[in-house]
């Protein structure tokens, strides 16, 4: 009963972050793109999270940490990336 | 089922907009997307072990090393957009990739029922190993010497990178030195998120024996976590001719065939454990691997050297 | 008990899932990145902390609850300083570092 709620509950999830999508499709600009896809990285935790409860796989939540790690790394990498400031000696 | 359906028309989604978009920062941003997408493909088909190695590897340290790549690459993106190849060439490429795609969906639907499996038998020797995760179990028992080798492809892909560098900075200090802002956002993060990194890194890696986990998930989390210290410029990338740099990197893939050759010795053939001591031995060889691996991909993403060593 | 856990969870995951809809509109349609990134928080911040405290109903265990709440924190972590970042590059129109 509760898991087919939170079953319901992530495909929802995943559905509302997926309409985000259309950010990164759009843009208009990079900031755009990189916010979307930080939406996406939550929605896809809380996701994770949720279907982990409903199929028993206490390892989801390994999962889950991982992929917030990576996130905080991803988007400062993002950063990095497209901002090269002067004060870098090369 | 309607959310497999919903998950999968995700996935072939974002895979066909990163194919068509149109400068290569967005295309990164849709590769990462899709590898956290594919992560959560593979935890509905209960492969945990496989969604760790996606998220960490095939998503995070990946799309770093890709936004590297595409940032080195800015310069030569305008010249390269003017040469786009040819429509035949493109037409090909659509019928070779079609070709494999219906190759491979025709050999997962024509599987056999119930599919062949060696899993049984996995589970059952898992006891002599002294483990309590059947892929461990297959990393570092039944398959060690596929493990080992992975560790050398790691380290000869480093090298190739370093071969890189201009004759002027050879051995010198990988990537650009990034000015720390001791104020500011990026050395905050570093200051409080680089030591919790760090323990889950060492708890993923430690709970590899009896959970989903290892040694390779672990050691990215761990790269991940020195790279960006290296990005919030606390600390400066070491310059690739120094001794314990070498070591470092050596050190996992070293071990590993020591106890390989040992196992001549000890239990008949190359990586044969003797029972007692199996899971002592698996572990003695997963903490060089790590920190090995770790080292590897870390100075993997940094790049080529570009600045020479004093 | 069972029953009373289950129905504060069902109450906290529909209010999370909530928030995550409320984040992607602001998202799709607020005017300018300042405000789409304080859309995306809320999402964040709200979102992903309602279906945590939904689920920590659920789980067994301390180090399990232990392990769904740093798994929020650490999401809150990445996203202050993704949201710093952006925000501080649209004020002041330039690179932030």
Redesign the interface.
Known sequence: ??AD??LA?AG??LA??A??L??ILWGP?D??R???A??L???G??VL??LG?VVSL?AA??V??IL??L??FV??AF?RGT?R?E?DRA | MAFDTGLAVLVLGVAVWTLAAHDTFAAVIGFVTYGLLLALVWVRLAAPDVALTEAAIGSGVTGGLLLGASTRLRRAEIQAAGEKPGATLRFAAVVLCTLVSVGLAAIVLLLPEPAPTLAPQAAASMAATGLGNPVTAVLMAYRAIDTLLETVVLLLALVGIWSLAPDGVWGGFPGRR??A?SE???T??AQ??VP?GIL?GIYIFWVGSVAPGGEFQGATILAAMWILVMMAGLVDAPPVSRRWLRLLLIAGPAVFFAIGLAGFAIAGAFLAYPVDYAKLLIVTIEIPVTLSIAATLALLVAGPPERAPK | MNLAF?GL??VA??A??FF??A??VG??RFPD?LS??HA?TK??NL??GL??LG?LF??EGPF?AL??I??WL??L???A??????A???RLGT???
């Open positions: 009963m509760v709620f939170l509950a929802f999830v509302t972050v309409v985000g259309v950010r600009g900031d755009d990189i916010m979307a930080q939406l990285g939550t929605g935790i809380a999270l949720l409860q206490p939540v390994d889950a940490l917030a790690l996130a905080a988007s400062v950063f901002t400031s004060t | 990034h000015q802002d500011g956002v990026l905050f993060v409080l998120l919790t889950v | 289950n969870t069902v995951v529909s999370g899932a995550f809809m984040g992607t998202l799709l990145a789409r990134v995306l999402a964040d979102g992903l279906v945590v689920l659920q789980v399990a392990k769904l740093s798994v650490l999401t972590l990445a996203g300083t993704v949201t710093q970042l952006i501080r590059t649209a690179s932030p570092f």
